[in-house]
T-cell receptor
Framework: GAVVSQHPSRVICKSGTSVKIECRSL??????MFWYRQFPKQSLMLMAT?????????EQGVEKDKFLINHASLTLSTLTVTSAHPEDSSFYIC??????????FGSGTRLTVV | DAKTTQPPSMDCAEGRAANLPCNHS???????VYWYRQIHSQGPQYIIH???NNETNEMASLIITEDRKSSTLILPHATLRDTAVYYC????????????FGKGTLLTVNP
């Protein structure tokens, strides 16, 4: 139980374009989801907390206009990287909290901007 | 959230127990100890968590010292698939509060 599905697993996009990443809770409702970014050989860095029906809360230094988060339902949160540049290339991971399993993570999205 | 300290890397022989330490000397009374692991290029996987009592599940055991200032994650019979980065995280339980990851311990299980 408590599966978080993340899609796509890999995406390559051209510089200047936007990319949307979806995060779904498959068998539970998630009022809050979290988005992380991970650069090679580094730890996960929290980008923002996504709340269903309200605005996301961004961590210091994360540009909210660049990383658009939408959490329109209790089972879906999306992260859109707008006007992507090569430095946005990273591993993006979403997470949701469950009562029994603590925080459950998606399998991640490898974004490469060329 | 209380800060944690873990060794950057450890090695373990396949089939042997892997004991991963974590120091959290500034832990508060209402903070839980969580353990997650991340296999290369995958999302983190929940392993176990506890408040003050030792805990065991199908994956591992968590031993928390009486003063709660440190803990040890034990993988009783490590396999090659247990090679991963293991994160010890301390935070308040029971709410939708964010998880903050440190650098973790890279456990390498050798054949």
């Amino acid at each position: 139980g408590a599966v978080v599905s993340q899609h796509p697993s890999r995406v390559i996009c051209k510089s200047g374009t936007s990319v949307k990443i979806e995060c779904r809770s498959l068998d539970f409702q998630a009022t809050t989801m979290f988005w992380y970014r991970q650069f090679p050989k580094q730890s996960l860095m929290l980008m923002a907390t996504s709340n269903e029906g309200s605005k996301a809360t961004y961590e210091q230094g994360v540009e909210k206009d660049k990383f658009l988060i939408n959490h329109a339902s209790l089972t879906l949160s999306t992260l859109t990287v707008t006007s992507a540049h090569p430095e946005d290339s990273s591993f993006y991971i979403c997470s949701a909290k469950t009562e029994r399993y603590g925080y459950t993570f998606g399998s991640g999205t490898r974004l490469t901007v060329v | 959230d209380a800060k944690t300290t873990q060794p950057p890397s450890m090695d373990c022989a396949e089939g042997r127990a892997a004991n991963l330490p974590c120091n959290h000397s500034t832990i508060s009374g209402n903070e839980y100890v969580y353990w997650y692991r991340q296999i290369h290029s995958q999302g983190p996987q929940y392993i176990i968590h506890g408040l003050k009592n030792n805990e065991t599940n199908e994956m591992a055991s968590l031993i928390i010292t009486e003063d709660r200032k440190s803990s040890t994650l034990i993988l009783p019979h490590a396999t090659l698939r247990d090679t991963a980065v293991y994160y010890c995280i301390v935070r308040v339980g029971g709410s939708n509060y964010k998880l903050t990851f440190g650098k973790g311990t890279l456990l390498t299980v050798n054949p």
